[in-house]
Nanobody, 122 residues
Framework: QVQVVESGGGLVQPGGSLTLSCEVS????????MGWYRRAPGKERELVAT???????NYADSVKGRFTISKDNARNTVYLQMNSLKPEDTAVYYC????????????????WGQGTQVTVSS
């Protein structure tokens, strides 16, 4: 069983910063990439940022220059440093891991966390 546990959400004022963390664990686990998605009220879930185990990062245009994704491969942990937060960043943020749970890695699929609320408001 794969566990995806997020932490770090909360309430912050516009212009403030927050850091989200996500740790993925399982008895057998090979991760291809990890990332963050978000769902704002009344909207579809959207990609925020992803990063491969090789370190290649991808960002949504709306967060480029403000958010930074990073990882610790040894701990199967991904971070999202969010700076210059705006009210439109308010959403539930979900951690994603694209991984295999087979001894010989195969059948990669998405695993999701429960989500952590980020609210940007004065």
């Amino acid at each position: 069983q794969v566990q995806v546990v997020e932490s770090g959400g909360g309430l912050v004022q516009p212009g403030g910063s927050l850091t989200l963390s996500c740790e993925v664990s399982a008895t057998i686990l090979t991760i291809n990439s990890m990332g963050w998605y978000r769902r704002a009220p009344g909207k579809e879930r959207e990609l925020v940022a992803t990063i491969t185990t090789a370190g290649n990062a991808n960002y949504a245009d709306s967060v480029k220059g403000r958010f930074t994704i990073s990882k610790d491969n040894a701990r199967n942990t991904v971070y999202l440093q969010m700076n210059s937060l705006k009210p439109e960043d308010t959403a539930v943020y979900y951690c994603n891991a694209y991984a295999s749970v087979y001894i010989i890695p195969a059948k990669y699929r998405d695993f999701w966390g429960q989500g952590t609320q980020v609210t940007v408001s004065s």
